[in-house]
C-alpha cells in the first residue's frame, strides 16, 4: 500500500507549466513536513520545495520565482505549481513526508512516493 502517492508529471515545451499533487494516506498522523525533491540520474536528490506544519515554505534556489508550493498538511495534501519550465528541470519528482511521532515527538519517520517524471523538452 502506498503511503505517499504523487501525480501530475508529463512532457512539456520549454515555458510551459504543470502542476504536481502529492497525497498522503490518511493512516499518516503527526505530519511535520511535506515537500517536492527531484533527481537527474548520476547526481544527488535535489530540494524543490517544502512545506512545514507551521506552514513555512522553503524553495530550493533554482526554482525561487518559478515554482510555487502550497496546500495545507492537515488535508495531507500538497500541490507544485511550476512555471517557466526549463530543460534543466526534467527530472524525476518525488514527495517525500515526514511524520514525528511516540514520546516527545521524538520518533522521526520519512515516507517518499513512487516518483513522477517530468521532461521539459521541445
Known amino acids: 500500500v502506498q503511503l505517499v502517492v504523487e501525480s501530475g508529471g508529463g512532457l512539456v515545451q520549454p515555458g510551459g507549466s504543470l502542476r504536481l499533487s502529492c497525497a498522503a494516506s490518511?493512516?499518516?498522523?503527526?505530519?511535520?513536513?511535506m515537500a517536492w525533491y527531484r533527481q537527474v540520474p548520476g547526481k544527488p536528490l535535489e530540494l524543490v520545495a517544502k512545506?512545514?506544519?507551521?506552514?513555512?515554505?522553503n524553495y530550493g534556489d533554482s526554482v525561487t520565482g518559478r515554482f510555487t508550493l502550497s496546500g495545507d498538511l492537515a488535508d495531507k495534501t500538497i500541490f507544485l505549481q511550476m512555471n517557466n519550465l526549463q530543460p534543466a528541470d526534467t527530472a524525476n519528482y518525488y514527495c517525500?513526508?515526514?511524520?514525528?511521532?511516540?514520546?516527545?515527538?521524538?520518533?522521526?519517520?520519512?515516507?517518499w512516493g513512487q516518483g513522477t517524471q517530468v521532461t521539459v523538452s521541445s
Open positions: 517525500n513526508v515526514v511524520t514525528r511521532t511516540g514520546k516527545g515527538w521524538g520518533t522521526t519517520t520519512p515516507y
Open positions: 490518511p493512516t499518516l498522523s503527526g505530519i511535520n513536513v
Open positions: 512545506m512545514t506544519s507551521v506552514r513555512t515554505i
